[in-house]
Every structure is written in structure tokens, then in C-alpha cells.
T-cell receptor
């Protein structure tokens, strides 16, 4: 069946460092892919999405490209801020969303 | 702004005492979902409604029930909460389900943190 695998955290970075969070998927066909972010004590917010191969989703300096050759949707940001500290979930569209296990990002000043 | 609202944000209940969590939406979406999220885990889908059609996940305990009296509201009822039901409960909505060509996304409420004493 369809599934999502994310790199395990936590990821600890200094402010202005480059961020990559790896996400790979297994799916039939080419479902839409998403990154959600969850700040402490809050619900999930959609960060970005891509609906077909080679699409690039972007928002708030974060980017991810839907790569069917490598079945990947890695999240990147060129310069992280303390306010980016949160849990990031990669997800795949199905009858309902299929989530990865989440990656905790901690950014220090 | 259109949104998903959950009440209360924090709920404390006693072991075995029924509790109801509430969700409302102003997005006029067809689908409403309930997820359970335990600490440091991904959200786990309990069930969803497509309009009035109820869809239960196979591994959702019978202790969890849901009602959707109209498009805007959906309730999660826990008939006899156990200590293991302490979690964050997330409500979400989407316009449709499935792998549509245009993709679909879910909009989440802020969650209700349930404590069982």
C-alpha cells in the first residue's frame, strides 16, 4: 500500500543554517504530496504542496520538489530561523492523508 | 477568515466518564475528519464523514463515535474514556477525498487536548 518515510529527528540547527528534511514515498500512480507543520500545542498547518511530478511547492522560504524518479519530496530552506522550530510532517494524498512519522526541528540563535 | 474551530481547546475528564469534543467549519467542505495524535507521533485517522456518509477506520475502537448533524458541525464522542485515550484530537476538513488530479488538502483545527484522570 501507499506509505511515506521521513528522516528521523530531531534535527538541531543554528539560525541561518540550511535545512533539508528527507521524505520518500511509495504509491500507486502520482498522488499529491504535502508538507504540514505543527507548532507546539497547535494543530497542523499546510506548508506547501505539489500535485504532479516535477511540481515545486514553496511557501515562507521552504521548498519541495515532487521527484518521481527518486520518489522523493524533500523539504528545504536556505536559512532557518528560530521561529521555524516545529514538527514537520510529509503526507501523501489518498482516501485520507497518509502521514510520515514527523521530524522535529529545533533552531537555536 | 474561513476556518476550522475546535472546542474546547483543553478538556479534562474522569476515567469512564463520557466526553464530547466539538468541531465546526466555515469552509463549507464536504469532508470532515477526526484524528487522534499521541505525543511525538503522527496523527492517526479515526473516521471521516463525506457529507452524511460515515467512514470508520478498521482499527478505531468502538469506544469512539461521531456525529455530523449538518455540514458545519462534527462531534467526537468517547463513551468510556480510558487512560490510553489521553491525546490531542484534531479535526480536519477537505473539499473532497481521493487522489484528484488537482490534489486536495486538509485544513486542520487547533486541536483539543484531552486529559483523562
Amino acid at each position: 500500500g501507499n506509505s511515506v518515510t521521513q528522516m528521523e529527528g530531531p534535527v538541531t540547527l543554528s539560525e541561518e543554517a540550511f535545512l533539508t528534511i528527507n521524505c520518500t514515498y511509495t504509491a500507486t500512480g502520482y498522488p499529491s504530496l504535502f508538507w504540514y507543520v505543527q507548532y507546539p500545542g497547535e494543530g497542523l498547518q499546510l506548508l506547501l504542496k505539489a500535485t504532479k511530478a516535477d511540481d515545486k511547492g514553496s511557501n515562507k522560504g521552504f521548498e519541495a520538489t515532487y521527484r518521481k524518479e527518486t520518489t522523493s519530496f524533500h523539504l528545504e530552506k536556505g536559512s532557518v530561523q528560530v521561529s521555524d522550530s516545529a514538527v514537520y510532517f510529509c503526507a501523501l494524498a489518498g482516501t485520507a492523508l497518509i502521514f510520515g512519522k514527523g521530524t522535529t526541528l529545533s533552531v537555536s540563535s | 477568515d474561513a476556518m476550522v474551530i475546535q472546542n474546547p481547546r483543553y478538556q479534562v475528564t474522569q476515567f469512564g466518564k463520557p466526553v464530547t469534543l466539538s468541531c465546526s467549519q466555515t469552509l463549507n467542505h464536504n469532508v470532515m475528519y477526526w484524528y487522534q495524535q499521541k505525543s511525538s507521533q503522527a496523527p492517526k485517522l479515526l473516521f471521516h464523514y463525506y457529507d452524511k456518509d460515515f467512514n470508520n477506520e478498521a482499527d478505531t475502537p468502538d469506544n469512539f463515535q461521531s456525529r455530523r448533524p449538518n455540514t458545519s458541525f462534527c462531534f467526537l464522542d468517547i463513551r468510556s474514556p480510558g487512560l490510553g485515550d489521553a491525546a490531542m484530537y484534531l479535526c480536519a476538513t477537505s473539499r473532497d477525498t481521493g487522489t484528484l488530479a488537482g490534489g486536495y488538502e486538509q485544513y486542520f483545527g487547533p486541536g483539543t487536548r484531552l486529559t483523562v484522570t
